[in-house]
């Protein structure tokens, strides 16, 4: 079975210990792992990376010349200039401290009354109880509106 990993905010996990990739827990010819440096050197950077078999890694590269010839030049020198300075490590680092403070300063204040929990909890019961419905805009002939227990 393929499996396609979109992790692009590995990185920026606030706290404990750093999970394994999923798509490298079994050895799997068609395991894709795909993350982005927009979340970690500028937001719109655009740049991201892939890692897969070599076979696959080719094809794709085929690919991604017949749907837009390649990511930009100016981004890639930057996103490697910034790895190759040695920033990658540190400015994660920065990150991770900022947004885990902010983190903390909005548990702080929720309000006791609200179930919210941790960012990232997944599970029902700890989603935002009287989450508005959002319906699209400009509206849309299937008439999409979803809430919260949708
Ligand atoms: C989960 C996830 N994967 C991938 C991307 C793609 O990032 P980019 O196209 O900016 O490299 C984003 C962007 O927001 C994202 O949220």
């Not at 905010?9 to 490298?24: H, K, M, Q």
């Not at 991201?48 to 991604?64: F, H, M, S, W």
């Not at 009354?113 to 419905?133: E, H, I, M, V, W």
């Amino acid at each position: 079975m393929a499996i396609l990993e979109d992790d692009a905010y590995y990185d920026l996990r606030y706290d404990g210990e750093r999970l394994p990739a999923v798509s490298s827990l079994a050895e799997n010819p068609w395991a894709i792992y795909t993350g982005s440096f927009s979340k970690v050197i500028a937001p719109g950077i655009r740049v991201g990376y892939l890692c897969g078999a070599p076979e696959v890694v080719q094809r794709l590269g085929c690919l991604k010349q017949i749907t837009d010839l390649h990511t930009g030049s100016l981004t890639q020198r930057i996103a490697y200039e910034y790895c190759a300075r040695g920033f990658l490590e540190p400015g994660i680092q920065r990150l991770r401290d900022v947004y885990r403070a902010r983190r903390d300063v909005m548990m702080r204040n929720a309000d006791p009354g609200d179930q919210r929990t941790l960012p990232f909890s997944a599970s029902k019961q700890n989603r935002l109880p009287s989450a508005p419905k959002v319906n699209t805009f400009p509206p849309s002939t299937a008439g999409v509106t979803r809430g919260p227990d949708e």
